[in-house]
């Protein structure tokens, strides 16, 4: 299964900001601007949820809980997708993954390994 390479992850203090970055790698051979990128979280005994999400048109969607603070972009020519974390809060623990979504083939549907962010003093 191709995975995708995210990083950026880490500790940082209450009201800190973190920004991570998500690579698709040249294995997945369609088009980026074919797919929807995502990030969600998973917070331990915690079902995994939608954080942001962005179109090919870079039309973005975000969790209320962290609408205001968090921005997601992306860049098609480096195959890339970013999360900056702004305001960061210790409820904003949780490992973050990257996804990536085919809009025309829902078996193309990738994930990344995760990237651990603490928000702790």
């Known amino acids: 299964q191709v995975r995708l390479v995210e990083s950026g992850g880490g500790l940082v203090q209450p009201g800190g900001s973190l920004k991570l970055s998500c690579v698709m790698p040249r294995a997945i051979t369609s088009t980026f601007n074919m797919y929807t990128m995502g990030w969600y979280r998973q917070a331990p005994g915690k079902q995994r949820e939608l954080v942001a999400t962005?179109?090919?048109?870079?039309?973005?969607h975000y969790a209320d809980s962290v609408r205001g603070r968090f921005t997601i972009s992306r860049d098609n020519s480096r195959k890339t997708v970013s999360l900056q974390m702004n305001f960061l809060k210790p409820e904003d623990t949780a490992v973050y993954y990257c996804n990536a979504k085919n809009d025309h083939d829902d078996y193309q549907n990738y994930w990344g390994q995760g990237t651990q962010v603490t928000v702790s003093s």
């Open positions: 962005i179109t090919s048109g870079r039309t973005s």
